[in-house]
């Protein structure tokens, strides 16, 4: 079946430090691949994503890359700031399913300090 | 638009009692999904509409649980005989007819049950 493995956190890191936070998945159709952030207080939003092996997702400084052939979507940033402090969620839509939904990961948390 | 609402945002409840939770989704948006999330752990599908047809439940939705979208606008999620277990946050999300897995998430109901 289809599911999300996500690097357990929590991440603590220093503003401006390099961010990776390590996305694995298995599928058994045609996902497309997803980054949702949990603001305190607010609701799911989403990041980035990609569709396709090889496709790279942007937003607001952070990317993540399609990699088909081991099968992970792994987020980075260059240089964290205090207000990226959020929990991340890595995603999965199989395309190739008549299901609706999203099998998310068990999502990581990131604090960054000034 | 104001983007997805949910209501109550918080219900305390005794252990045997009902509940129900409202969503408003996006104007537009034909398709409208439940998720719950405990504490550490990623959001878990628990069913889902295109317009007023329930077209998938979850495994984890009891017979205890009880959605429904009679005109295909707003959402009500009914738990029965509420369980110390079924304290969670649970979530609304809707999206648009394109199958594409990018869902806009409401803040969310959080229920404690006593």
């Known amino acids: 079946g289809d599911s999300v493995t996500q690097m357990e956190g929590p991440v603590t890191l220093s503003e401006e430090a390099f961010l990776t936070i390590n996305c694995t998945y298995t599928?058994?159709?045609?996902?497309?691949l997803f980054w949702y952030v949990q603001y305190p207080g607010e609701g799911l939003q989403l990041l980035l994503k990609?569709?396709?092996?090889?496709d790279k997702g942007s937003n607001k400084g952070f990317e993540a890359t399609y990699r088909k052939e081991t099968t992970s979507f792994h987020l980075e940033k260059g240089s964290v700031q205090v207000s990226d402090s959020a929990v991340y969620f890595c995603?999965?839509?199989?395309?190739?399913?008549?299901?609706?939904?999203?099998?998310f990961g068990r999502g990581t948390q990131l604090t960054v300090w000034p | 638009d104001t983007g997805v609402s949910q209501d109550p945002r918080h219900k305390i409840t005794k252990r045997g009692q009902n509940v129900t939770f409202r969503c408003d989704p996006i104007?537009?948006?034909?398709?409208l999904y439940w998720y719950r999330q405990t504490l550490g752990q990623g959001p878990e599908f628990l069913t889902y509409?295109?317009?007023?047809?329930?077209?998938?439940k979850s495994r984890l939705l009891s017979d205890r649980f009880s959605a429904e979208r009679p005109k295909g606008s707003f959402s009500t999620l009914e738990i029965q005989r509420t369980e110390q277990g079924d304290s969670a946050m649970y979530l609304c999300?809707?999206?648009?007819?394109?199958?594409?897995?990018?869902?806009?998430f409401g803040e969310g109901s959080r229920l404690t049950v006593l």
């Open positions: 999300a809707s999206s648009s007819w394109v199958d594409t897995g990018e869902l806009f």
């Open positions: 599928a058994t159709g045609y996902p497309s």
């Open positions: 990609a569709t396709k092996a090889d």
């Open positions: 995603a999965l839509f199989d395309r190739g399913s008549t299901l609706g939904r999203l099998y």
């Open positions: 104007s537009e948006h034909n398709r």
């Open positions: 509409f295109q317009n007023e047809a329930q077209l998938e």
